[in-house]
């Protein structure tokens, strides 16, 4: 497939346990130093009513927005199938 590759984190709550917002976004991509990622938050806890809130998983979308791969609770998995996309 080859192409570009571009990375989001999504940030579902800020340390108080609310939700975040832009401030909390810059302070993450500061604190880990991710220059090339985007950080960006849920405003209006749209993840958690579709069942993702307050969850670690992993998405992979290749070329419009196709869901390629989803794990949740794992780190594991997901560096493979990005490789083998980009290639």
Not at 45 to 64: M, W, Y
Not at 76 to 85: K, N, R, S, T
Request: hydrophobic share 35%; charged share 30%.
């Amino acid at each position: 497939m080859g192409g570009d590759f571009e990375g989001f984190l999504i940030v579902e709550d800020n340390r108080q346990f609310r939700r975040p917002d832009e401030r909390d976004c810059r302070a993450v991509q500061q604190t880990y130093g991710l220059t090339n990622l985007k950080v960006l938050y849920d405003p209006n806890g749209t993840l958690e009513s579709l069942g993702l809130g307050a969850r670690h998983t992993h998405f992979v979308l290749r070329e419009g927005s196709v869901v390629e791969f989803r794990q949740a609770n794992r780190d594991d998995g997901f560096a493979p199938v990005i490789e083998q996309l980009i290639r």
